[in-house]
């Protein structure tokens, strides 16, 4: 433990599932955690006490991802408060499904503004404060490699973009000493994908290894790429799905 001693962290919609397993593997690992969350104030609190019971530095900040200007300047203030900005791991996201027919512009918009648009400003704005051994990582999804089902073609359609932004970004930044990667999760045991929920069965189903994972099976990779063990690894995507796609 304690490999990501002195390091800095911000992970984006971390007040719960595989964000805030994130936040607090990377606390374990021995970073300073920062999270935004969009509206569950109270979940975002008890995961910033679970940061600091570990003895960490620990703050939580309201940002909408899909407010650019609120983004840029929430990761500003972040980098201000903790003094600096080592590892950054956009996870915000959403996920609104329908029919091709009825979908509305505004959903697309919001879709695309959280779960692709708000990975490039954040980076943008996360790398001004990155010296050398950055780390970028990417929170994409198993979707975006197969829809496995109706009503979800903006989300996969977002979700996989992030692989051409992330090896783009890995080309930008590697002379500047810093990685960019992109995780898939599969599904994964949230109060937004139970594994006991109406979907699971068809799920594992799919799945060679027929069970949900667990937030802590995303956050070890994660934790992984953070660390000086995952320094070669560089505009790389990693499937953490149980096969679902294999």
């Not at 935004?36 to 939580?60: H, M, N």
């Not at 200007?69 to 980098?79: F, H, M, S």
């Not at 990417?138 to 979700?159: D, E, T």
Request: proline share 2%.
């Amino acid at each position: 433990m304690n490999t990501l001693a002195g390091k800095t962290a911000l992970v984006t919609g971390a007040s719960r599932g595989i964000g805030a397993a994130i936040a607090l593997r990377l606390a374990q690992e021995g970073a300073d955690v920062a999270i935004t969350y969009a509206s569950s104030e109270d979940k975002a609190a008890e995961v910033v006490a679970a940061i600091q019971a570990l003895g960490r530095r620990g703050r939580a900040y309201r940002i909408d991802s899909g407010d650019a200007d609120a983004l840029r300047a929430g990761i500003d203030r972040v980098a201000a408060d903790l003094g600096g900005l080592d590892i950054l791991v956009n996870n915000a996201g959403v996920l609104i499904a329908g029919n091709v027919e009825g979908f509305a512009l505004e959903d697309f918009d919001r879709t695309m503004a959280v779960n692709l648009r708000a990975v490039f400003v954040a980076t943008q704005a996360a790398v001004r404060h990155m010296d050398r051994g950055g780390r970028i990582v990417n929170l994409g999804s198993c979707l975006a490699q197969r829809a496995g089902r109706a009503g979800i073609a903006v989300y996969a359609a977002s979700k996989s973009a992030l692989g051409g932004l992330t090896r783009g970004f890995a080309r930008d930044l590697g002379e500047r000493g810093i990685t960019v990667n992109l995780v898939h999760p599969g599904p994964t045991d949230t109060d937004m994908n139970p594994a006991d929920g109406p979907r699971a069965d068809a799920l594992r189903a799919m799945m060679p290894i027929p069970r949900y994972g667990e937030g802590a099976n995303i956050a070890s990779l994660v934790a992984w790429i953070a660390g000086e063990e995952g320094r070669y690894a560089n505009g790389a995507e990693f499937a953490v799905d149980g096969g679902i796609n294999a």
